[in-house]
């Protein structure tokens, strides 16, 4: 297969983490005989440094014109701590993902059974834990009209969707709960919003299309509540951007780190794939910055485009880097291995997934699950 994918190393630990997936990609390449050609363009605090606009159009286009986009992270303090900034790199991400029209951020969660006592949760409860959340990418608040009166003492951010928002998302919810365990938890705040009663009355009637999934409906705060302390009831988890938002960072707990936690971005044309982390500046240049997660999405990508030996042979690897303790520090504060040679390390071993099928028999999927 030939793929064309745009590179988005962005901000922070971004180009760090990216590199190692790319790394991994051209492994697929050796060993699975495909051709990625990746062309890399600028994103986010980089962008600005270079021009003043956190997308660039030339950015745009390159993505436009790619069969798949592998973004790393995007953010600087220098714009976090000014609260006056007008332009910020974020706004960057949530355009891209506008422009392209990518409405469903997909993140499963499932802890690898190796780095079980690298969670501060308890084994059994982690154990149980495996569920893929189904976040609204393109509306809600992040998108809403925001207002900030002359005095700079009253702000508002509005929060609006409407029916074809909700309807486009819940359909991949219940078709993904279709091909694992038949359950789908709507996560909303309905005593209190009224976007939330309306997500509530459009889940439901688009459940009565899928009557062998069971529909239930939970408040915002127990469910964040219940994610730590019992995940296993949850098999897809289906929300609006903020909540999604915050609930898929609350689930990183689960695996012990947020640098394993993969996500895939889609919509009809078009489909990016990042790791859930921010740019964690603090590690920058440091060579510690955990590249599992960004792996993770590049193998989420192979199994977008159907690509299964080659999606099995990528976490295949990765079972193999922790089995043998060969992992960053955030997993193993004595160990003395750094991005780099984990993401090399990985690559070496992605090989043909019959040969490691004895090691972990499940598939990272956008309507399944994946191995963290």
């Known amino acids: 297969m030939k793929l064309n994918i745009a590179l988005l190393p962005g901000d922070g630990i971004g180009p760090e983490v990216t590199a190692q997936a790319v790394k991994c ?23 600005m440094e270079k021009g003043g606009d956190p997308l660039p159009e030339e950015t745009l286009e390159i993505c436009k014109n790619s069969d ?65 959340i189904y976040r609204e990418l393109t509306g809600g608040i992040y998108f809403g009209e925001k207002k900030l009166n002359e005095a700079g ?25 279709k091909v694992r365990r038949n359950k789908l938890t709507l996560v909303d705040k309905a005593n209190v919003l009224e976007t939330s009663r309306l997500w509530r009355r459009v889940v439901r009637k688009i459940g009565e299309s899928y009557p062998e999934v069971e529909l239930d409906f939970m408040f915002v705060d127990n469910a964040a509540m219940q994610l730590i302390l019992n ?17 898929s960072d609350a689930g990183s707990v689960i695996g012990g780190s947020i640098g394993l936690l993969p996500s895939a971005s889609v919509g009809e044309k078009h489909a990016m794939f990042e790791p859930i982390h ?36 990528i976490v295949n690897a990765i079972y193999q880097s922790m089995k ?25 071993n992605i090989v043909d997934a019959d040969d490691h099928l004895s090691m972990n028999k499940e598939n990272i999927g956008l309507g399944k699950s994946t191995i963290i």
């Open 324 to 348: 043998q303790n060969i992992v960053t520090p955030d997993l193993n504060a004595k160990g003395k291995y750094g991005t780099d040679h984990v993401g090399e390390y990985i690559a070496n």
């Open 25 to 47: 990609l051209q492994a697929v390449e050796e060993a699975f005989g495909h051709s990625f050609t990746f062309t890399q363009a600028a994103v986010g605090a980089v962008a």
């Open 68 to 132: 798949a986009i592998l973004f790393g992270a995007i953010g600087d303090p220098k714009y976090d701590n000014d609260p006056d900034a007008k332009t910020r790199p974020e706004q960057g991400l949530l355009r891209l993902r506008q422009e392209l029209g990518l409405f469903g951020n997909i993140r499963p969660v499932k802890a690898f059974p190796t780095i079980l006592d690298k969670s501060p949760l308890k084994k059994n409860i982690i154990a149980k834990a495996d569920f893929v």
């Open 153 to 177: 003492t009253i702000a508002s951010d509005i929060c609006e969707y409407s029916e074809k928002e909700i309807s486009r998302i819940a359909h991949l919810a219940f078709k993904a709960a």
């Open 231 to 247: 995940p296993g009831i949850f098999d897809v988890i289906l929300t609006e951007n903020l909540f999604g938002d915050i609930l």
């Open 278 to 313: 921010g740019s964690f500046p603090q590690a920058k240049g440091k060579n510690i910055a955990n590249p599992i997660a960004s792996i993770l999405s590049a193998a989420m990508m192979m199994e977008h485009f159907g690509l299964k030996e080659e999606t099995q042979a």
